[in-house]
């Protein structure tokens, strides 16, 4: 008989969240403090979604998506989940670019970055702190024509290297291109220019079992190897539970932090909604995926110091296509030294690129692992400039895909950081279509990333808790 996951699950709960990435943890925590029952059902056999790491012969653990958040995400811990969670959360301080443009190294911060554009890149004082104000000063009720391009040639035309600055690491932090609404860019940089880049020392590992810990001593009811296939959706258009591993569980409200498409085209499904909002649900347009190599060296073998992020590019200036392209030209290495895991003697180095969905879906079993060699083999070769004998101290090397994070998160294409800004909106309107249900998670740019998803757990756990608190008063 195979194992049931849902074994003691009661038929009624006042929530169900439907999968445990950042958002989907958040809101079944912040819900179940508030004295609701809770039921998170997780498909993974593992919590976290991409927030997520694995382990590997010789105790090695890799980090997916743990390269770095701004420091919000210490306040939104402390407040939703613990002081000891908060404590744990620590600065990067050594960022470093290398590119045919330039070469440098900073803290990420807006002080260092005021001296990097006037002292390096010879741009006027006044300019420089204009465009931080700007940027800072953007929020989502705010112009949402203007590009991000357009910001760039208001403040520095023609100068394509401090573009380059600007832009490459938050489009590998959330896809973002300089086609997206410039209040995008502005609301992400400027949270990463407050104070810098962050980590959770410890690891992802330590941090998602902390977590659970906190769950469960709220009372949510957390359960793995659990792939929801519908929710369910009454005559008059309200959720009336889910089906999960083939079990009906009842609810009066659904927080779903599956991808936005699959939320509402497969799990809900299309007739439940009225047509003009379908049809921009089907608009929506996703981020793109990611490619890594995971790197570990021989247990208490090193390295040099090459920075804690590091942007690496053979590309002539800043290029969005061509750092998505197969034909790889541009790399973000994460280095995790040994007091990323205090106590432990490993170096390990994840090697990050953006990528396309199509480049890889249909490759045929041979090509796709093949794709993959080369992957792995061209990032040594580049790793090796930075870390010369890479090859002889590596003890474990591989590679994912956008297949990889597809299969792991049941996000459509692989897509790593949500969608694009439209699905903001689509998302916030899903309760309005059928009562009680949400989204949360990575969707529109600005709610995507570790702190977005975060805070975008909050935001619609606040929600459902309007709705059930306003139903149990009617
Ligand atoms: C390679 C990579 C690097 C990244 N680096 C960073 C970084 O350095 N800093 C940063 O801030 N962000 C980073 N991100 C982005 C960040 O990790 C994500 O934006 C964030 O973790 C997403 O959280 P989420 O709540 O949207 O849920 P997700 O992580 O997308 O999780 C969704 C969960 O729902 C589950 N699920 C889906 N469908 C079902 C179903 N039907 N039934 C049950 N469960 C289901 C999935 O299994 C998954 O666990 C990175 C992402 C990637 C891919």
Not at 282 to 310: H, T, W
């Amino acid at each position: 008989m195979p194992k049931d996951f849902l074994k003691g699950a009661k038929d009624h709960y006042d929530v169900v969240v439907i999968g445990s990435g950042l958002a989907g943890l958040t809101s079944a925590n912040i819900l179940a403090r508030n004295g609701y029952s809770v039921l998170l059902l997780e498909h993974h056999y593992q919590l976290g979604g991409m927030a997520t790491w694995f382990k590997r012969r010789n105790g090695h653990i890799f980090d997916i998506s743990l390269h770095g958040f701004p420091i919000g995400m210490i306040k939104s811990c402390r407040k939703y989940w613990t002081q000891e969670i908060a404590d744990s959360i620590v600065q990067l301080k050594d960022i470093r670019f290398n590119n045919p443009q330039f070469t440098l190294q900073t803290t990420f911060n807006r002080e260092d970055f005021t001296k990097l554009l006037t002292e390096k890149f010879g741009i006027a004082y006044e300019t420089v702190d204009d465009f931080f104000k700007t940027a800072r000063g953007m929020n989502f009720y705010d112009d949402q024509e203007m590009t991000t391009r357009e910001l760039f040639e208001k403040f520095f035309p023609g100068r394509d290297d401090v573009v380059r600055l600007l832009m490459e690491p938050i489009t590998y932090a959330n896809g973002s291109t300089l086609d997206d609404p410039a209040i995008t860019y502005g609301i992400v940089f400027s949270n990463f220019m407050s104070k810098g880049v962050y980590t959770f020392q410890g690891g992802t590992d330590l941090l998602v079992t902390k977590m659970k810990e906190e769950m469960e001593r709220n009372g949510v009811d957390v359960r793995i190897r659990t792939m929801v296939e519908k929710v369910e959706v009454s005559k008059d258009r309200k959720v009336t539970g889910v089906v999960v591993n083939g079990r009906r569980i009842g609810c009066n409200a659904v927080v779903s932090n599956a991808n936005l498409k699959t939320t509402i085209l497969k799990l809900a499904g299309e007739e439940n909604f009225e047509r003009d909002y379908l049809e921009e649900a089907k608009s929506v347009r996703l981020n793109n995926s990611s490619c890594q190599v995971y790197i570990a060296l021989k247990p208490g073998m090193g390295f040099e110091p090459c920075g804690d992020l590091l942007f690496h590019s053979e590309h002539k200036g800043f290029d969005f296509e061509a750092m998505l392209s197969r034909d790889v030209s541009s790399r973000t290495f994460s280095c995790y030294y040994p007091d990323t895991r205090p106590g432990s003697d490993r170096h390990l180095i994840v090697s990050s690129t953006n990528a396309n969905y199509s480049d890889w879906a249909d490759l045929s079993e041979e090509d796709y692992q093949a794709s993959k060699e080369d992957l792995i083999e061209t990032t040594l070769d580049c790793l090796e400039q930075y870390v010369p004998d890479v090859r002889e101290k590596m003890d474990h090397v591989e590679a994912a895909t956008p297949r990889t994070f597809e299969y792991y998160t049941r996000h459509v294409q692989g897509a790593s950081f949500g969608t694009k800004f439209e699905g903001l909106k689509v998302s916030k309107e899903l309760p309005e279509q059928i009562g009680g249900l949400y989204h949360a998670g990575s969707v529109g740019i600005i709610m995507s990333g570790w702190l977005g998803a975060v805070n975008y757990g909050v935001i619609v756990s606040n929600d459902v808790d309007k709705q059930l608190s306003l139903a149990a008063t009617t």
